[in-house]
């Protein structure tokens, strides 16, 4: 099973290469491209960096959030999450880092161990698909009228509905757990119980800012590609574009990420595919730079997986 999983990620990210090719006129594209100047691009790898520490206080608020005895400081907690999305960014399935963030802290819950600390992320998971279908929501309240929308509204509300009843759920999943089969009973028996509603509510709140500064990412470059492009219209292209790198099946969400872009910018805001693609593919590669800085901070690491959580701080509920 495990080589048919490998098998799958890496032939859906091959897919999305060959949708790329299939798409774009090189020529075309690469005239689009040279349109974003080099401040335009260093202010989304900016944008997109500051989503990782952003990201990084969610994940402590978490953890205060459901009963964690201690918590990495924020300096420790932002080098672990660069080195996650270093993961998460290449290598396909968009999880890896998540699960060594979970194994990393396995300390920080005592004798419940790594099976808690997954199922923090878990929650950041479903917290992250909440914020990005609020702005969802938001970019058709800015932007939708006048705007042939179809069903981004219903989307829009069951995505929101779908993350939240899932994180909802979470709190029960120990009274679930009979009625669950093998390896997802003895999850959910593990789960910790929600112990403060605040540091859930400012998790939350962290995880709008994750989605607002990585749309703010893709507005600079939309913008700089075609002028005509507001905020308003990247809240509907960006939000869905990073839904994909929640996908399973691809290297950081490519091909679907670029099939976002190009089916709402052409048909919402009749931009070129040429164009819709460029602006894609640069803030694939905000996305890639603020990666490799993770690699890096990996390799500077004395150990891949430390046993224990250096810089951890009492949790305070």
């Known amino acids: 099973m495990k080589r048919w999983g490998w098998l799958l990620r890496w032939g859906g990210t091959a897919a999305g290469v060959a949708y790329i090719i299939h798409v774009v006129d090189f020529s075309a594209a690469g005239a689009a491209f040279s349109r974003i100047s080099i401040a335009?691009?260093?202010?989304a790898i900016g944008l997109v960096a500051l989503n990782v520490v952003a990201g990084a206080a969610r994940w402590r608020n978490l953890l205060v959030a459901y009963g964690a005895d201690t918590r990495p400081s924020l300096a420790?907690?932002?080098?672990?999450?660069?080195?996650?999305?270093?993961y998460n960014n290449y290598l396909p399935g968009a999880v890896a880092g998540d699960v060594v963030r979970g194994v990393v802290t396995r300390g920080v819950f005592g004798e419940r161990g790594a099976t808690a600390g997954i199922a923090v992320v878990l929650v950041e998971r479903a917290l992250g698909l909440f914020g990005v279908f609020l702005l969802l929501a938001s970019g058709l309240g800015v932007a939708g009228a006048g705007l042939d929308v179809g069903g981004l509204w219903i989307w829009s509300t069951l995505g929101i509905a779908g993350s939240l009843v899932l994180v909802l759920a979470l709190p029960f999943a120990r009274r679930?757990?009979?009625?669950l089969p093998g390896k997802l009973r003895t999850i959910a028996e593990r789960v910790p119980a929600l112990t403060s509603t605040t540091a859930f509510v400012?998790?939350?709140?962290?995880?709008v800012v994750t989605q607002a500064l990585v749309a703010l990412a893709g507005f600079v470059l939309l913008h700089a590609v075609d002028p005509q492009v507001g905020l308003g219209a990247s809240l509907l292209i960006v939000p869905l574009a990073?839904?994909?790198?929640?996908?399973?099946?691809t290297v950081g969400g490519a091909g679907a990420r670029e099939?976002?872009?190009?089916s709402l910018g052409a048909s919402l805001f009749h931009m070129p595919k040429s164009d819709a693609v460029a602006a894609s593919l640069a803030l694939w590669l905000a996305h890639l730079v603020v990666g490799a800085i993770g690699g890096l901070l990996q390799l500077a690491e004395r150990r891949s997986i430390p046993r224990d959580v250096p810089g951890s701080e009492p949790s305070t509920r």
């Open 40 to 43: 335009a691009i260093v202010l």
């Open 76 to 86: 420790r907690a932002t080098v672990l999450y660069f080195i996650s999305f270093f």
């Open 176 to 179: 679930l757990a009979p009625y």
């Open 202 to 207: 400012i998790a939350a709140f962290y995880s």
């Open 242 to 249: 990073a839904a994909t790198t929640f996908l399973p099946i």
């Open 259 to 262: 099939a976002v872009f190009i």
